[in-house]
T-cell receptor
Framework: AQSVTQLGSHVSVSEGALVLLRCNYS??????LFWYVQYPNQGLQLLLK??????LVKGINGFEAEFKKSETSFHLTKPSAHMSDAAEYFC??????????????FGQGTILTVHP | DTGVSQDPRHKITKRGQNVTFRCDPI?????LYWYRQTLGQGPEFLTY????????KSRLLSDRFSAERPKGSFSTLEIQRTEQGDSAMYLC????????????????FGPGTRLTVL
């Protein structure tokens, strides 16, 4: 079974500071990994994804994530936080077996707060 | 650009009533997923369809829950005899699964239907 652990349910940063949201996964096969963002009372928006190839993945709004197989991690970063980045962020792993192919397993989410 | 739409956005009902939600996927997407999200948690998989076929159902989906996708287009999720524990955000997502399974399908989510059971 696959699983995702997001370390830290709340992260607070100052505007302009580095954003680092941590995600570790467990998967029996090479994983497909995703980061989604959710604003209050809205659905999820895809930030970026890793399938194969380059391990450093760039997404929208200046976010990027690096797949590290040896550490089973897929941490999300942004060099300089903006007030509009305040939201909840979810890491997810995609199932790649049989009829469950494509099903997403999500972490519990990290709420990012950005202070002026 | 038409994304995934869900109706209604909010539903308040009394315990024991039946409710039905609708999801309209992105045109030509062959896969449609339902997830449930409770407060403070990540979304949890409920079920999914490839075209009109329902391929998997989670153990979370009790007998009171039923989903359909007639003709492989829109989908409905019905909850019978609602309970307070059913209160949650119900999310729908759609994707286009490429025939070559070396590439995963990217799921695009709708805005969700928030259900409150009193």
């Amino acid at each position: 079974a696959q699983s995702v652990t997001q370390l830290g349910s709340h992260v607070s940063v100052s505007e302009g500071a580095l954003v680092l949201l941590r995600c570790n996964y467990s998967s029996s096969v090479p994983p497909y990994l995703f980061w989604y963002v959710q604003y209050p009372n809205q659905g999820l928006q895809l930030l970026l994804k890793y399938t194969t190839g380059a391990t450093l993945v760039k997404g929208i709004n200046g976010f990027e994530a690096e797949f590290k197989k040896s550490e089973t991690s897929f941490h999300l970063t942004k060099p300089s936080a903006h007030m509009s980045d305040a939201a909840e962020y979810f890491c997810a792993v995609s199932d790649r077996s049989g009829t469950s192919y494509g099903k997403l397993t999500f972490g519990q989410g990290t709420i990012l707060t950005v202070h002026p | 650009d038409t994304g995934v739409s869900q109706d209604p956005r909010h539903k308040i009902t009394k315990r024991g009533q039946n409710v039905t939600f609708r999801c309209d996927p992105i045109s030509e997407h062959n896969r449609l997923y339902w997830y449930r999200q409770t407060l403070g948690q990540g979304p949890e998989f409920l079920t999914y369809f490839q075209n009109e076929a329902q391929l998997e159902k989670s153990r979370l989906l009790s007998d009171r829950f039923s989903a359909e996708r007639p003709k492989g287009s829109f989908s409905t999720l019905e909850i019978q005899r609602t309970e307070q524990g059913d209160s949650a955000m119900y999310l729908c997502a759609s994707s286009l699964l490429a025939e070559a399974k070396s590439r995963t399908d990217t799921q695009y989510f709708g805005p969700g239907t928030r259900l409150t059971v009193l």
